[in-house]
């Protein structure tokens, strides 16, 4: 019996756990370090929020403003009166500014040609000039800009005009505008267009599926 309760806690304060060590002063010191460097990262991103966001809201401003100021090229055109052997296919096109500012002329690729009807395979796609090769040549304004015809090489042959009248074959006009804004950018307008023997004549001007596009 007596033993038993020697094994035992004396008195209740024998069950409390030893009173912590109070802090050293290594142990102050990299709670302030720790606290300092958070203060820091907060303040920092504060700071980085004020400054920045002003910077950011003036490049999107810009940025809005350019696609509202800038040149949009589109071309249009008028095909050939009538088929006739021996006569070059011929297209009048119309280049046109529709944006608020003057297009700068890098390059104009325009070809005739006379393909299947539905096409089968897309016409290749030209190349603009390296930017580091750009001269400023003409300016177009506002609205339009007719040019001068443009003329395949060879002229129509029997077959081709066999083949657009009876719906195998069609006179397509296609190419690329090349052109840079006022703010010296690059642009460029590809389009494809032609037109199908319809009811004993030539068709209004058709766009293609393909080949239209425009940046």
């Not at 304060?13 to 290594?26: I, K, N, Q, R, V």
């Not at 001068?148 to 083949?163: D, H, Q, S, V």
């Not at 074959?169 to 296609?174: G, P, Q, T, V």
């Amino acid at each position: 019996m007596d033993a038993d309760q020697s094994s035992r806690p004396s008195s209740p304060d024998a069950l409390l756990s030893e009173p912590a060590s109070p802090p050293t002063a290594a142990d102050e010191r990299s709670f302030h370090i720790r606290v300092a460097i958070f203060a820091g990262v907060v303040i920092a991103a504060v700071v980085g929020a004020l400054v920045g966001y002003p910077t950011w809201q003036e490049y999107v401003s810009q940025q809005e403003a350019k696609l509202e100021l800038r040149a949009y090229v589109n071309v249009r055109a008028a095909g050939p009166g009538a088929l006739k052997e021996g006569v070059p296919p011929r297209v009048r096109e119309t280049i046109l500014n529709s944006g608020r500012t003057p297009a700068y002329n890098d390059a104009i690729h325009t070809f005739v040609t006379v393909a299947d009807y539905p096409l089968i395979k897309n016409f290749e796609r030209v190349t603009c000039p390296p930017d580091d090769q750009q001269p400023d040549k003409r300016r177009w304004f506002l609205g339009k800009v007719p040019r001068a015809e443009t003329a395949r090489e060879t002229p129509f042959t029997a077959e081709e005009i066999t083949a657009i009248q009876t719906a195998k074959s069609a006179l397509y006009f296609h190419g690329a505008v090349c052109y840079r804004d006022i703010f010296h950018e690059p642009h460029r307008t590809d389009f494809c267009m032609f037109w199908k023997w319809d009811a004993g004549r030539m068709s209004p001007a058709l766009s293609c599926d393909q080949g239209n596009k425009a940046d």
